[in-house]
């Protein structure tokens, strides 16, 4: 389940390398197509993390490695989170319900990471309550699936913001021969939140047979 995290940072890393014929860094690209798309809310900034767009603070966060290299990576990233704050531009409705399920179930994960980490088997000692531990059990679930449903809705995001945003805008900036290259990165941009999502959906049925073995312990008991 770990193959497409790691063919998204083979590839990320395999055209982060410079190119002395290469016009333009990914910042100076960017601040170009953010002039053309007529968007001026909007600002790239350097970040130690990873790349994302924040759309309530209008801010485009690329990672310092990245950003200003004359790389085929940071034409095509920086390409990619402006290909969301067209979305946001252009209201569009894929964005707005990620967002607004990111905001909405922000304290319930909060409160099911912090049940997670206590683990039912220590709620069990402490309540000595198999009602409680249930409840308990029911938010993690809860958290998780709302993660997973969050990834899942994030997929066509991230592909629209990658071919249908990005990829025509970097057809007018990039040389032919560079935009095989350009499609392998805007794809592993992409493909980033698959590799969540396949992750989150594997971590949600490990808990859930997990919780299943401690429930019939307790029952047993």
């Known amino acids: 389940m770990f193959l497409p995290s790691l063919w998204v940072n083979y590839i990320l890393k395999k055209y982060n390398k410079i190119l002395p014929d290469m016009p333009f860094t990914g910042r100076e690209l960017g601040k170009k197509i953010l002039e053309e798309e007529k968007i001026t809310n909007v600002s790239i900034n350097p970040i130690q993390q990873l790349d994302h767009y924040n759309p309530k603070e209008k801010k485009i966060h690329i990672a310092t490695d990245k950003l200003d290299k004359k790389s085929i990576t940071s034409i095509a990233v920086v390409a990619h989170e402006i290909g969301h704050a067209i979305q946001d531009k252009e209201k569009y409705k894929p964005l707005i319900l990620r967002q607004s399920l990111v905001e909405k179930t922000m304290i319930f994960q909060r409160i099911g990471s912090f049940l997670l980490i206590i683990g039912l088997p220590s709620i069990f000692a402490f309540t000595k ?93």
């Open 129 to 221: 309550s198999p009602f409680i531990t249930l409840i308990a059990a029911i938010i993690i679930m809860g958290c998780l699936s709302t993660n997973v449903l969050i990834h899942l809705i994030t997929l066509p995001v991230e592909f629209d913001a990658s071919f249908k945003r990005a990829l025509p805008i970097l057809k007018r900036f990039v040389p032919r021969e560079n935009m095989y290259q350009c499609k392998s990165v805007l794809r592993a941009a992409a493909l980033t939140y698959l590799a969540q999502s396949i992750v989150s959906i594997f971590r949600l049925k490990i808990i859930l047979l997990s919780f299943i073995n401690i429930f019939k312990s307790i029952i047993r008991r």
